[in-house]
């Protein structure tokens, strides 16, 4: 199941547990994560998936121009 972030994510550390709150609509997905290795695995992932996003999103926009051996520079 997914769910649309609609705000921005914060997160906080609950005495526990770092809670990572995403607003959805009118509720908040809340994820507790340990403060040791699950949260930082969590953090590159994102990390990762985040680069990944954009760089595809990049590619997918990009204009490729061919590059002419003949053109000659504009000065």
Do not use: W
């Amino acid at each position: 199941m997914r769910y649309l972030a609609t705000g921005i994510p914060d997160a906080v550390f609950d005495g526990e547990y770092v809670v990572l709150r995403i607003p959805s609509g009118n509720s908040t997905l809340e994820i507790a994560l340990d403060p040791g290795q699950h949260c930082q695995l969590g953090v590159r992932a994102l990390q990762e998936a985040s680069v990944e996003a954009f760089d595809s999103r990049a590619k997918g926009g990009a204009k490729i121009l061919e590059f002419s051996r003949d053109r000659k520079a504009p000065c």
